[in-house]
């Protein structure tokens, strides 16, 4: 039987685990996954005929809490995916230490395909299958891959009308207008911008004088970009699940996303006014994108897509994994020997969980934060984890991946042991 992702996943917590010394109880207990629920999701089209889209929800590990994770639309969602991006929710909370578990769930569906009101159907439909599995102090669903603060907003509405309790904190990521935290749009881009901040005071870096690609831009790919241009970052290369373009100058980021959104495609189009003007730049393959010759790659879009295969042509000196998974376990090794510097996505992307978590808190509270506050708290716990890790690095000589799972598997470990270990049980 060929190796899954989630196999991958394992065999990279095990590798690491055992390097840094974690016991064989915990990689055990990390090994697998508490439930997973299969559902057919059934959805009424718009034509009349009825749908039945597989459904999945995993409920990683609960040790710290209950289990928190996005639920992803996508025609390639599959079991192995979902427990493997639910086992890094489960590290990604431990790394940032927010008293959270680690989930994922997803439909194998295009959701590019749905009208509108299928997409509402579906997102309900999902809810109405997974009500029993999921709840604010049990499972906590979130946005990932193709879904987003509206779809959240439908999931929501559905929980009530089956609990008939007003319950937001069953769901984050949500619109403002329902319950959702100020700040929680931009978190994820926002805390892969924090880590490269951090990255540029260790290392000192010069953001005029650093080329910057971004594989995805969907959520945190934008944002990240924006925010990172805002810096004077030279972000040269941007890509969408179509293609790239690129432009050796720098590219105007928020230009090239209002095209997006006006367009539906990527182009360097800047606009003043209602005057337009198409700016030189060249195009480019999602693959091409990731070899080209920048200082900080940023993957933000799927996994497994840094392989054995392509990891030696790489040629940035930073990867920030903003996509769960977008490096293979076998590509680490090619990747350290070149010297690449890896932020792991369980630190890159943690901020999105992270706002997600303040949203759960306001919820559960009924007290809402400024945008200051969550930006500030975020920006508080981001620093923390990456100083945590850099200091494993540079006492340790740990490259970052292993230096966040040996964090994470510490504060597994605490909690998973403290329920006892062999030697409580032998009377040792
Ligand atoms: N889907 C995001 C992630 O992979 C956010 C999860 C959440 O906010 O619960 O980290």
């Given at each position: 039987m060929s190796s899954t992702v989630f196999d991958d996943a394992v065999n990279r917590l095990s590798r690491i685990g055992e390097q840094t010394g974690c016991s064989k109880l915990v990689i055990d207990a990390l090994s697998h996954a508490n439930a997973m629920l299969k559902v057919h999701v059934e959805v009424r089209m718009d034509d009349g005929h009825t749908r039945y889209?597989?459904?999945?929800?995993?409920?990683?590990?609960?040790?710290?809490?209950?289990?928190?994770?996005?639920?992803?639309?996508?025609?390639?969602?599959?079991?192995?995916?979902?427990?493997?991006?639910?086992?890094?929710m489960t590290l990604k909370c431990a790394v940032v230490d927010i008293p959270f578990g680690g989930a994922k769930g997803g439909v194998s569906v295009d959701p590019k395909a749905l009208s509108p009101m299928e997409l509402e159907r579906l997102s309900r439909s999902y809810v109405r299958a997974m009500a029993d599995f999921i709840g604010p102090e049990r499972d906590?669903?979130?946005p990932d891959v193709y879904t987003n603060a509206r779809i959240m907003g439908w999931m929501m509405d559905e929980y009530e009308k089956i609990t008939r309790v007003k319950n937001p904190a069953v769901i984050t990521g949500k619109p403002i207008a329902l319950g959702g935290?100020?700040?929680?749009?931009?978190?994820?881009?926002?805390?892969?911008?924090?880590?490269?901040?951090?990255?540029?005071?260790?290392?000192?870096?010069?953001?005029?004088?650093?080329?910057?690609?971004?594989?995805?831009?969907?959520?945190?790919?934008?944002?990240?970009?924006?925010?990172?241009?805002?810096?004077?970052?030279?972000?040269?290369a941007i890509s969408d699940s179509q293609g790239g373009i690129y432009r050796q100058q720098g590219l105007d980021v928020k230009s090239v996303y209002q095209q997006k959104q006006d367009h539906k495609e990527l182009k360097a189009v800047y606009c003043d006014g209602s005057v337009c003007e198409t700016v030189d730049h060249d195009t480019l393959s999602n693959s091409e994108l990731l070899t080209k010759d920048v200082d900080i790659l940023i993957p933000a879009a799927l996994d497994s897509v840094i392989t054995c295969d392509n990891a030696s042509d790489i040629q940035a000196r930073y990867i920030v994994e903003i996509a769960n998974g977008p490096i293979?376990?076998?590509?680490?090794?090619?990747?350290?020997?070149?010297?690449?510097?890896?932020?792991?996505?369980?630190?890159?992307n943690a901020g999105g969980v992270t706002v997600s978590y303040f949203e759960w808190v306001q919820n559960r509270t009924g007290y809402r934060w400024s945008k200051t506050k969550v930006r500030e708290e975020l920006k508080e716990v981001m620093s923390n984890a990456f100083k945590r890790a850099n200091t494993l690095v540079q006492e340790k000589g740990l490259d970052f991946r292993d230096a966040v799972y040996a964090v994470a598997l510490e504060r597994l470990s605490n909690a998973i042991e403290a329920h006892g270990t062999p030697d409580y049980f032998n009377g040792a």
């Amino acid at each position: 039987m060929s190796s899954t992702v989630f196999d991958d996943a394992v065999n990279r917590l095990s590798r690491i685990g055992e390097q840094t010394g974690c016991s064989k109880l915990v990689i055990d207990a990390l090994s697998h996954a508490n439930a997973m629920l299969k559902v057919h999701v059934e959805v009424r089209m718009d034509d009349g005929h009825t749908r039945y889209f597989p459904g999945y929800r995993c409920q990683h590990n609960n040790i710290l809490g209950p289990t928190k994770g996005g639920i992803r639309f996508h025609p390639d969602v599959g079991a192995q995916e979902v427990q493997a991006l639910a086992l890094w929710m489960t590290l990604k909370c431990a790394v940032v230490d927010i008293p959270f578990g680690g989930a994922k769930g997803g439909v194998s569906v295009d959701p590019k395909a749905l009208s509108p009101m299928e997409l509402e159907r579906l997102s309900r439909s999902y809810v109405r299958a997974m009500a029993d599995f999921i709840g604010p102090e049990r499972d906590i669903p979130a946005p990932d891959v193709y879904t987003n603060a509206r779809i959240m907003g439908w999931m929501m509405d559905e929980y009530e009308k089956i609990t008939r309790v007003k319950n937001p904190a069953v769901i984050t990521g949500k619109p403002i207008a329902l319950g959702g935290s100020l700040g929680r749009d931009d978190a994820t881009g926002r805390g892969a911008y924090l880590c490269i901040k951090a990255l540029e005071q260790r290392d000192c870096l010069t953001p005029e004088e650093t080329t910057v690609a971004v594989q995805g831009f969907g959520n945190g790919g934008y944002h990240v970009a924006r925010l990172l241009a805002n810096d004077g970052y030279k972000v040269v290369a941007i890509s969408d699940s179509q293609g790239g373009i690129y432009r050796q100058q720098g590219l105007d980021v928020k230009s090239v996303y209002q095209q997006k959104q006006d367009h539906k495609e990527l182009k360097a189009v800047y606009c003043d006014g209602s005057v337009c003007e198409t700016v030189d730049h060249d195009t480019l393959s999602n693959s091409e994108l990731l070899t080209k010759d920048v200082d900080i790659l940023i993957p933000a879009a799927l996994d497994s897509v840094i392989t054995c295969d392509n990891a030696s042509d790489i040629q940035a000196r930073y990867i920030v994994e903003i996509a769960n998974g977008p490096i293979t376990s076998d590509a680490d090794a090619v990747l350290k020997d070149k010297g690449v510097i890896v932020i792991p996505d369980i630190l890159a992307n943690a901020g999105g969980v992270t706002v997600s978590y303040f949203e759960w808190v306001q919820n559960r509270t009924g007290y809402r934060w400024s945008k200051t506050k969550v930006r500030e708290e975020l920006k508080e716990v981001m620093s923390n984890a990456f100083k945590r890790a850099n200091t494993l690095v540079q006492e340790k000589g740990l490259d970052f991946r292993d230096a966040v799972y040996a964090v994470a598997l510490e504060r597994l470990s605490n909690a998973i042991e403290a329920h006892g270990t062999p030697d409580y049980f032998n009377g040792a």
